[in-house]
C-alpha cells in the first residue's frame, strides 16, 4: 500500500489547495478548494479522475470551487458536521473520532476549532499528513475569529500531539509573515531565527514553504508552545496559565 500522492495547488492569492492520489486505486481527493479552475488544470496535467472533495471549514477560500467541480465530477463533499448549515451541498459529515477514507488511505478526523466554531482537521497516519486548514500554520495559526483561547489552545495541542514526522499541509502561504513575527515575539530562538533565514531563502527563490514537519513546528512555531517555559518568559509571562500565554501572543500577532 503505498502512501498518498499530494500535490499543492495554489489558488486565488496565498491559499494552497491539495490533490491527494491514492494510486492503488487511482481515488483522487482534493481540500479545501478555493477555485475550480487551478483544481481542474491540476489534474489534467496528470490524467486524474476528482473522486472526493474534503473541506476543513466554511471559508469560501476553501469551499468556493465546491459545486463546481461536484458539478463535473459527481464526486461527494466531505466536510464538518458542526459546519453543516454554512456548507451547501456536503454529503458525508464528519465529527470528532470520525474516519475517511481515499482509497487504500484512511484518514482520522479531529475537531480543532478556534478559527471557526466547526473546523476539522484530516489526518492520514500512513502518509505522515495532516490537512489542518486554517487552524495550524507554518510558524503560526489562524486567526481566532470565532473560538476561544482555551478552545483553540486545546486545538493546537490535539494537533501538537501527532508524531514529529507528520508533515502540516495548511491552508496559506503566510510562512514568511509568520516568521518575522516568530522572531520578534521570540529573539532568542537560534533555532528559529535559522529557520527564518531558509524561509526568506525558499521564498527569493519563488518557492513554497509547505509543508513542514510537526517536530519542528513544536520546537519553533510560538503558538505550539505557550506552555514552554522559555516561549511564556519571552513574553513576560511566566507561570502563567498556557491558554492565557497563548491568547496573548495570539493579540500581538493580530497587532503585528
Request: with cysteine; charged share 20%.
Amino acid at each position: 500500500m503505498a502512501a498518498l500522492e499530494i500535490v499543492s495547488v495554489p489558488a486565488l492569492s496565498d491559499n494552497y489547495v491539495y490533490l491527494l492520489h491514492d494510486a492503488d486505486t487511482g481515488d483522487t481527493a482534493v481540500v479545501d478548494p478555493a477555485e475550480a479552475p487551478p483544481v481542474e488544470e491540476a489534474l489534467a496535467a496528470r490524467g486524474w479522475k476528482l473522486t472526493h472533495i474534503l473541506n476543513t471549514h466554511h471559508h469560501m477560500d476553501h469551499i468556493g470551487g465546491n459545486q463546481e467541480l461536484k458539478a463535473k465530477w459527481g464526486c461527494p463533499i466531505v466536510g464538518p458536521r458542526a459546519e453543516s448549515a454554512r456548507i451547501d451541498g456536503m454529503d458525508v459529515l464528519v465529527s470528532e473520532g470520525d474516519s475517511y477514507a481515499v482509497g487504500t488511505q484512511t484518514a482520522q478526523v479531529f475537531e480543532v476549532p478556534g478559527h471557526t466554531t466547526g473546523h476539522i482537521a484530516f489526518w492520514f497516519k500512513d502518509s505522515d499528513a495532516l490537512f489542518c486548514g486554517d487552524t495550524l500554520f507554518v510558524l503560526g495559526c489562524g486567526r481566532m475569529f470565532e473560538g476561544s483561547p482555551p478552545g483553540f489552545w486545546s486545538s493546537l495541542c490535539k494537533l501538537r500531539a501527532l508524531p514529529d514526522s507528520t508533515r502540516v499541509y495548511c491552508g496559506h502561504e503566510y510562512t514568511q509573515a509568520n516568521a518575522r513575527f516568530a522572531v520578534a515575539v521570540d529573539p532568542d530562538n537560534a533555532a528559529l531565527k535559522a529557520r527564518a533565514m531558509e524561509i526568506d531563502a525558499l521564498r527569493a527563490a519563488g518557492k513554497g514553504t509547505v509543508p513542514s514537519r510537526l517536530g519542528q513546528e513544536k520546537a519553533i512555531n510560538p503558538f505550539l508552545r505557550a506552555d514552554d517555559p522559555g516561549m511564556q518568559a519571552a513574553v513576560g509571562m511566566a507561570g502563567a496559565d498556557p491558554a492565557a500565554v497563548f491568547a496573548e501572543i495570539r493579540k500581538r500577532k493580530d497587532n503585528f
